[in-house]
């Protein structure tokens, strides 16, 4: 049977539209049927690319018992925590609580209420290990529900009292300093894995914004050790597997500390992070290396993730059809040497064996290896190894490929937008500027739309039906002020006051803490707020570097004060847990850099202009434009003529101009660049 997922936009949703459970999507609907049928919800939260879910959804969900036993029991709710960040966040937070980890797929009993009362992330079909089987579970909160209701709700009560009791500390008392980022760097050091780069043990995911934090420290104090960890930990990542070493882009993380396997499901998020840090990294150093990864990457989104409408998807799945047409996780990237031999002949398959590392006993499952650059194949001819790339990539090619997931997340879009823009600059590739373009034209469309508010995800162009979180409106911002930064339209810079607005209307709260959720959002048990940075800048840290970008584009006063504000936060996060508020402290190194604001009134692409986006300064914001218009593309252009016919650039901060320059080379010692 169908069942009412297959109305949805949500990928996620629609692979689960054919169960024989009798799903329902997150609607007051559900909670009142919940209601009317005396019976507990069952929630389940998973995401398109998900390893696991797929394997409980094909165990469990696909089971005609357990869907049985479910739909007379339960009311089934599904929900994909992409579409909907914030019900994922207030009952990841009590599971959490309750059981010391969490992750996905994520299964919670609820009253009908939405009251949590029993908790998990994966059952098996089967009891192991000591883990209760998935229908053990399903009846013991059966028995639970029907024989101590009392308990249950005693329960219940409890948790949402304990987790409306946990009141953020939003550090209210000023502005990270000097103190708090050289604080930070310190414990970042004593994290730091000397031998493999990155930071603490296995899993290991790639810190990009703890790295974009190190590159401006380092801009701002001459920190050696800083660029030491950031330029060790880029190497690291780019030579190991968790790198695609044929096609580029980045797996989701690695399963061990050498960053030899990752886990292969391919996110966009990330994918943008990265980008930007290595594009980053080689505007501080000039690494080639640094150049070619940020390129690739770059590519890779454009190629693999770009939408028909000019979006860019979700994710890749891990999983994939291999040669006996099972699905499995990673069969679309790892090689054996029979595979090698097979495509390039036994001399160019002893050549890429070793130089990709893939050995016989192989460093993943079954024999297989994952390609990384091990440094054992010794001097090597450039050309060759580019046409073994090129043979194995073309070989790939025809194998299954990897599920893709197709809705577009405006944040993660905002991610990418930033990062093409200012890549296509820096390597003068102005078709990724393009890109980046037609992405942010395609929020300014479907996802603001007629309703003036940003819309959270769209499907083939289609917009979905759940509000922008926090999140949104930071990286969008932070997206389209980058935009103008590059292409030295004003009505980027436009839009994202228009969104910043909304923010200072909507998601702020006393003192400065910042909501997930628009005060006029649905409610949930609890409102969501999250300061910490994990696999994305939280919406609090995304919010506050644009908030600071946008107040030094304009002079905004109101726009200032809350980025301000919203950065107590980092105060008292930073020095305690630097790793997971690595985007927060970067825009606390803006801040004390500034930032400064750069006007060029000159031809935007000219010789000025490029070396203003090149300055190192920590959170720079450039405005270029020339001729009586340009002033009203861009504040920070008033009353900036060019000095004697020149292209002449202005470098302010702290209220404090320094003298106009002509002088390209001049303004690169401005601005730290090389």
């Known amino acids: 049977m169908a069942n009412r997922l297959a109305q949805t936009t949500s990928p996620y949703l629609l692979q689960h539209a054919d169960n024989p459970v009798d799903w329902w999507p997150w609607s007051p609907e559900a909670f009142e049927e919940a209601r009317k049928r005396d019976v507990p919800v069952l929630l389940s939260v998973g995401y398109a690319s998900c390893h696991w879910c797929h394997v409980m959804a094909h ?19 599904k929900v994909d925590r992409e579409e909907r960040p914030d019900v994922d966040a207030v009952y990841m937070e009590a599971v959490q609580a309750a059981t010391g980890h969490g992750g996905w797929p994520m299964t919670v009993f609820l009253t009908a209420d939405a009251e949590p009362f029993y908790f998990g992330t994966y059952f098996p079909p089967e009891a192991r290990h000591g883990s209760p089987s998935f229908q053990q579970v399903l009846e013991g909160v059966v028995a639970a529900w029907t024989d101590r209701r009392e308990e249950v709700a005693e329960v219940a009560g409890r948790i949402v009292a304990d987790l409306a009791g946990r009141s953020l500390v939003h550090g209210g008392d000023g502005v990270p300093g000097e103190q708090e980022t050289a604080q930070a760097l310190l414990g970042l050091t004593r994290e730091y894995d000397e031998q493999h780069g990155g930071f603490g043990g296995a899993p290991k995911f790639p810190p990009s914004m703890a790295v974009e934090f190190l590159l401006r420290h380092y801009a701002r104090t001459g920190s050696e050790g ?8 880029c190497s690291a990542m780019a030579r190991g597997g968790i790198y695609d070493q044929l096609g580029g882009g980045f797996a989701r993380y690695s399963v061990d500390r050498e960053w030899v396997v990752p886990h292969f499901e391919k996110m966009l998020y990330d994918n943008a992070l990265l980008c930007r840090v290595y594009a980053h990294l080689w505007r501080t150093t000039g690494s080639d290396e640094a150049r070619r990864i940020a390129l690739e990457t770059a590519d890779f989104m454009v190629r693999e993730l770009r939408t028909a409408e000019g979006g860019f998807a979700s994710a890749l799945d891990a999983d994939s059809e291999d040669a006996g047409g099972r699905h499995v996780e990673g069969a679309f990237y790892v090689w054996t040497p029979a595979q090698l031999r097979e495509v390039l002949g036994e001399d160019d398959a002893a050549l890429a064996a070793a130089y990709f590392g893939v050995t016989e006993a192989g460093t993943f499952e079954e024999g ?12 090597v001819d450039a050309a060759r190894v580019a046409d073994v790339r090129a043979r194995l990539l073309a070989a790939r090619a025809e194998r299954p490929r990897p599920g893709r997931d197709d809705k577009v997340v405006a944040a993660w879009n905002g991610l990418a937008i930033a990062a093409l ?37 769209s499907k083939d162009g289609r917009a979905g039906d759940n509000a922008g979180v ?22 980027w810079l436009e839009f994202a006051g228009f969104l910043l607005d909304i923010v200072l209307e909507q998601f702020t709260g006393e003192g400065g803490q910042l909501y997930d959720t628009a005060h006029d959002a649905e409610r949930l048990i609890r409102r969501p707020q999250d300061p910490t940075d994990s696999a994305t800048p939280s919406g609090w840290t995304a919010a506050a570097g644009a908030l600071l970008s946008y107040a030094a584009y304009t ?17 008292a996060l930073g020095p305690r847990v630097p790793r997971f508020v690595g985007w927060g402290l970067a825009v606390a190194e803006a801040l004390l850099d500034g930032p400064r604001e750069v006007a ?15 300055g190192r300064a920590p ?11 340009a002033g009203a593309e861009f504040p920070l252009l008033v009353d900036r003529p060019p000095v004697g016919g020149e292209p002449t650039a202005y470098v302010c901060r702290h209220f404090v101009c320094d003298a106009p320059t002509t002088d390209a080379a001049d303004l690169a010692v401005k601005l730290g660049g090389r």
């Open 59 to 77: 165990e469990s969900f696909e089971d005609e018992t357990v869907a049985a036993y479910l739909n007379v029991h339960f009311v089934p709710v």
């Open 226 to 233: 800083a660029l030491q960890m950031a330029t060790d930990t």
């Open 368 to 379: 297989s290896s994952v390609l990384r650059l091990t440094g054992d194949a010794g001097p």
């Open 421 to 457: 823009a200012e890549t296509g600059a820096y390597f003068d590739r102005p078709d990724l500027v393009e890109r980046a373009t037609e992405a942010a034209d395609l929020l300014v469309r479907v996802h603001l739309g007629e309703v003036a508010r940003l819309t959270r995800t």
């Open 470 to 491: 926090l999140e949104d409106y930071g990286d969008v911002a932070e997206g389209f002020l980058a935009l103008a930064a590059v292409t030295g339209e004003g009505a």
């Open 555 to 571: 002079g905004s006063e109101a726009h200032r004060t809350a980025a301000e504000g919203a950065l107590g936060v980092v105060k």
């Open 600 to 614: 060029v009134a000159g031809p935007v692409g000219g010789e000025l202009h490029r070396t203003a986006l090149l």
């Open 619 to 629: 959170g720079a914001v450039v405005a270029a434009g020339e001729g009586p218009g």
